[in-house]
């Protein structure tokens, strides 16, 4: 390649290896005049939706990027630590700095452990880091000692599911109800899964303050509790706002409905990490596998000098873990709203695990063929609104 090829390169630098960075790392290939530069804190991809199996062994949760990042893409183990729009460069807490001419923001959620207590006596389960401690814990923990798991959301179910079957001591609080996003017959077929697993349920309450060696609720009662586990919420990390750029309550981009910064046309936001017009899609990785080929669709209309396309995904439902050997998946209308038809028991835990294996393979796929992902198209703008105001700023760790 001579010198002057090299200097018309297109240099794309995208901040984040989970589903939707790797997306849309691998979709913007399909231009060869780009080069891609791939920012993580890990030199192996996280399987989010798997860390409550790491947590009782049943999966390291880790695929090599090799199998699922195009080799065009260059992989850059770091945490950055600074956004200058204005120079356009990143800054690594290592001290380097990569320059970019397009952004792609898809820096994913952590836990919100904003409860007195939660953050110095409960573990999360957001991080690979994170659920390598808590697994950590419960190894030094005897097996009847009391374990209470913080929110009724997917990953509440998911790791107290994981850990009842495993023998483990498990309370579960859930706030104002089981799965809140779940159709009320879905919600009771869980419970009925839930409770045969030996999950004690409390609703109706919610975690006041988390002290150490105990919970205690917003209704006065106290629950022991040798290992709190908090899933009750979830945000984005401070980078953007801390980098001056616009953010949402939770620390998630605001952009526009073509996933682009509302202040600066040459940051892109996806995943997790992004909240169009304010109204962010449910944090999970069924949307982050769509948000991630649409961010880098508008880095490639940019670049071809097009308008880009106004983002539109679909959802087909939730699926959840219950155990190991059941499941609940719920389905939905495009919109994320959850209808009544639903799949439960040992069939629900066969697709849900198919469902964990087929996410990889589309990251696969677009490695190899970029332009392979399709989404699940929904152009009702009202739906998406109805959809933010019902839905809470939380992790959906399953489907």
């Known amino acids: 390649m001579s010198n002057q090829e090299a ?43 798997r860390l409550h199996q790491l947590l009782a062994g049943s999966s390291d949760a880790v695929v090599a990027y090799a199998d699922i990042l195009s080799p065009r893409v260059r992989l850059l183990v770091g945490t950055v630590c600074a956004v200058d729009a204005g120079a356009r460069t990143v800054a690594l807490e290592d001290g380097q700095e990569v320059a970019y001419d397009y952004l792609i923001y898809a820096v994913g959620s952590t836990g919100d452990t904003r409860v007195a207590g939660a953050h110095e006596h409960a573990f999360g389960v957001a ?56 159709h009320e017959k879905g919600r009771a077929d869980a419970e009925r899964d839930l409770r045969r697993l030996g999950v004690g349920i409390i609703e109706g309450a919610r975690v006041a303050e988390v002290l150490a060696g105990s919970v205690r609720l917003d209704n006065g009662r106290e629950l022991p509790s040798t290992v709190t586990i908090w899933t009750a919420g979830f945000a984005a990390p401070d980078l953007a706002r801390a980098s001056g750029l616009s953010t949402d309550e939770i620390g998630r981009l605001i952009t526009d409905e073509t996933l682009t910064s509302v202040d600066d046309d040459r940051i892109i936001a996806t995943g997790d990490a992004a909240a169009p017009s304010g109204l962010a899609y449910r944090m999970s990785c069924q949307a982050a596998n769509q948000l991630g080929p649409l961010a880098a669709e508008t880095v490639l209309a940019r670049l071809a000098g097009a308008t880009p396309e106004v983002v539109s995904i679909g959802f087909v439902g939730q699926c959840i873990s219950i155990g190991r050997g059941l499941g609940m998946l719920n389905f939905a209308r495009r919109d994320d709203s959850a209808v009544a038809a639903r799949l439960r028991g040992v069939p629900a835990a066969k697709v849900k695990e198919l469902v964990c294996r087929s996410t990889i393979w589309a990251l696969s796929m677009e490695a190899r063929r970029p332009g392979s992902a399709i989404g699940f198209k929904d152009r009702s703008r009202a ?17």
């Open 7 to 49: 200097f018309s390169r297109s240099r794309v630098v995208v901040i984040g290896g989970g589903y939707a960075g790797v997306m849309a790392a691998n979709r913007l290939t399909k231009r060869e005049d780009i080069e891609i530069t791939l920012v993580n804190p890990r030199d192996r991809f996280v399987e989010r939706i």
């Open 127 to 182: 991080t690979f880091e994170e659920a390598t401690r808590l697994r950590a814990a419960l190894d030094k923990t005897p097996a009847d000692a009391p374990v209470v798991v913080v929110g009724g959301g997917p990953t509440g179910i998911e790791v107290s599911s994981e850990l009842a079957e495993a023998g483990r001591n498990v309370a579960l609080i859930c706030g104002d109800s089981l799965g809140p996003w779940l």
């Open 383 to 399: 739906g998406r609104v109805r959809t933010a105001a019902v839905v809470p700023p939380a992790k959906e760790p399953s489907l």
